[in-house]
């Protein structure tokens, strides 16, 4: 801008000073949360059936530890804590992406059908074609960018409309529970036990020939959605300011939902379709980090660090029995969505 | 001054398959100067903005920025030159006006070109100019009303536009912000030269503050030109359905359109009885 008298404007620019202050919340939450995250992650080392000392646990990360305890921590407990940081990434992301792509804090994937049709694809493969390991993965993950493409079209009238299609995921979410308890009920009753325990989410398969695809996946994912970050934030300006920006609109909205569609189902595929990790933790980054903005990055840190948080309470919480982690994470989260949902219609935010 | 663009239309159709809006609708944007839309309301004026500024295929026609089918120029290049304000934006929780503003750098930017000292310079240039540098740190949602809208205009301000449009830019704001908004605008366009187009609801408004007046109904211009030139007591009723007086404003001499009504109080005589 040409406008203005040069001395009205400050040495240093307004607008530089808020870019540090932003840089520096978002860099400081991204510590705090690293550290939780590594810590939780101590913990999880150090609880378990086997009591080892931390002397034990430290030794057999560097490898010298005695078979059992190499074997406790290298192929039990490592590898359960590394597969909840990166399911809890996903869908922390995931959530992040959706609410923030559609504008609204409802939105993320476990309510609006996607995990939904993923249990569905992941059940259907395990009970009626006994399907497990990459194999599994696979077919979740390209089961369920179907759906979501299917989804899409329906929410499609001359544009896409974010409401809509909260609405479409909505009814597929409610269709898909029901095509989940029928196939349960209707097969045999031990795959029906996998089944349903895979359902609830759970972490017990971990193991590191499942995380290592996984990771991988995750990893390509999240690459591609750091390239459309910047359009990103000038989508959450909605759909007229952005397009006014010079966004293509409905070609990176694709583009980013089909990420967060990946990255949920890659999710689903591992640990099966854990509630409420998605639509928590980016309305927890954005309280977190209290500047606006989508916070997707910060979202899969407060992702992670619930997973393992809640993978822990499920495991040890109760000395005699272990619960699937999801039976954790619905229980924490459902009364985080009614206050959510009593929250968005008071301040008229939920549409 | 910038080196001036042009916006125009030519034969140009908007709406939906089943429902045109407008239709073979040919106008020349006057380059440097502010034009105001007006008509009574399902006019399609605010559709031929969103036309004007490609957030609407046309059906039939073009819209021509510099002589050039718009729909054929990459979007971003004509972010870089023309910019909207929508009628009610809306912006995410808690974002604060320094990073809105920022935003409006988005055309600017790309894979080799980062955020730099200049975009703070323009980000901090488009806050003086429109009052907002003192709130740059606050967050969008405890600005009051103009505040709000003064902030998004910083945004597109901040876009470097050399054409600038606005949807009812004053909707929401009591008399006094419409006026701090619209002097806001004047001030931009009589300092940068950058041509205005903005829908208007206030047909006095319109008059005072528009080089030129788009006077539309039903889907089609009726006339176009110089306030002073084209507002007539006619005028006002064949497009409003409303007789009036045209008398010249008392502060700017501009037209301003005196309703006639049905129902007049009495004024109070100097007897304070309030009857006649």
């Known amino acids: 801008m040409t406008t203005t008298n040069p001395t009205t404007v400050p040495a240093v620019p307004a607008s530089l000073v808020a870019r540090r202050a932003r840089r520096r919340r978002s860099l400081g939450v991204a510590v705090g949360l690293t550290v939780l995250i590594v810590a939780l992650g101590a913990v999880a080392l150090l609880l378990g059936k086997a009591s080892l000392t931390p002397s ?40 992040s992406v959706f609410q923030s792509t559609l504008r609204n804090p409802l939105a993320s994937p476990d309510i609006i059908g996607i995990t939904a049709s993923a249990s569905v694809v992941g059940v259907v493969a395990i009970v009626v074609f006994g399907i497990s390991g990459l194999g599994l993965a696979l077919v979740v993950i390209t089961g369920t960018l179907v759906a979501a493409a299917g989804m899409y079209l329906l929410a499609w ?29 209707r097969s045999d009753i031990r795959d029906a036990q996998m089944g349903l325990v895979w359902v609830t989410g759970s972490l017990n398969n971990s193991s590191w020939a499942a995380l290592l695809p996984v990771a991988a996946c995750a990893g390509i994912i999240l690459a591609a959605l750091a390239t459309l970050a910047r359009p990103l934030l000038v989508l959450e300006l909605g759909d007229a300011t952005a397009a006014g920006l010079g966004v293509p609109l409905e070609r990176t909205r694709l583009l980013i939902i089909a990420a967060a569609v990946a990255l949920a189902a890659v999710a689903v595929s591992t640990a099966g379709p854990l509630a409420f990790v998605a639509l928590a933790s980016g309305q927890i980054a954005r309280r977190l980090l209290n500047t606006g903005g989508a916070g997707i990055a910060i979202s899969g840190f407060v992702g992670a660090a619930l997973l393992l ?21 619905g229980l924490v989260g459902a009364p985080f969505l009614i206050w959510l949902l009593i929250r968005a219609s008071r301040t008229g935010t939920g549409s | 001054m910038n080196a001036t663009h042009s916006l125009s239309t030519t034969n140009l159709a908007l709406g939906y398959p089943d429902r045109r809006i407008i239709d073979s609708l040919t106008i020349d944007i006057p380059p440097n100067q502010i034009t105001a839309i007006v008509g009574p309301n399902a006019c399609g004026k605010s559709t031929l903005l969103r036309g004007l500024s490609r957030l609407l295929a046309p059906t039939a026609g073009q819209v021509l920025l510099d002589g050039r089918d718009i729909r054929t120029i990459r979007t971003r290049d004509v972010a870089t030159v023309l910019s909207l304000l929508p009628q009610t934006p809306q912006a995410p929780d808690g974002i604060s006006v320094a990073d809105l503003v920022g935003r409006g750098r988005y055309p600017h930017q790309g894979w080799f070109r980062t955020w730099s000292a200049e975009d703070d310079a323009i980000v901090d240039a488009a806050m003086v100019a429109t009052g907002v540098q003192d709130l740059a740190a606050r967050s969008i949602d405890e600005l009051s009303g103009g505040q709000r809208q003064r902030a998004w205009i910083a945004m597109v301000l901040a876009q470097n536009p050399e054409i600038l449009l606005l ?7 009591d008399i006094t912000h419409q006026i701090e908004v619209l002097d806001l605008l004047m001030d931009v366009n009589r300092q940068v030269g950058t041509t205005i187009v903005m829908v208007l609801h206030d047909l006095n408004l319109a008059c005072r503050y528009a080089d ?32 009036c007086l045209v008398l010249p404003d008392a502060v700017s001499g501009t037209p301003t359109v005196v309703p006639i009504g049905r129902h007049h109080r009495p004024i109070a005589r100097d007897d304070n009885t309030g009857t006649p």
Request: hydrophobic share 50%; glycine share 10%; aromatic share 6%.
């Open chain 1, 157 to 185: 009238r001359d544009g896409m409309s974010a409401y809509r299609l909260v609405l479409v995921g909505l009814g597929v979410a409610a269709l898909c529970s029901g095509v989940v308890s029928y196939v349960l009920t």
């Open chain 2, 212 to 243: 030129n007046l788009i006077v539309m109904r039903a889907g089609a211009i009726v006339v176009a030109g110089a306030p002073v030139d084209i507002v007539t007591p006619e005028l006002v009723r064949s497009v409003f359905d409303l007789d």
């Open chain 1, 309 to 329: 948080a809640a993978d822990m309470i499920a495991q040890f919480a109760w000395p005699t029995t272990a619960f699937p982690t999801g039976v954790v994470t």
């Open chain 1, 56 to 95: 034990d646990v430290l030794s057999a990360l560097a490898g010298q530890g005695t078979p059992m305890t190499g074997f406790v921590i290298g192929e039990l407990r490592l590898p359960r804590i590394l597969t909840a940081v990166v399911v809890g990434v996903c869908l922390g992301v995931s959530g």
């Open chain 2, 167 to 173: 949807d009812e830019p004053t909707t929401y704001l």
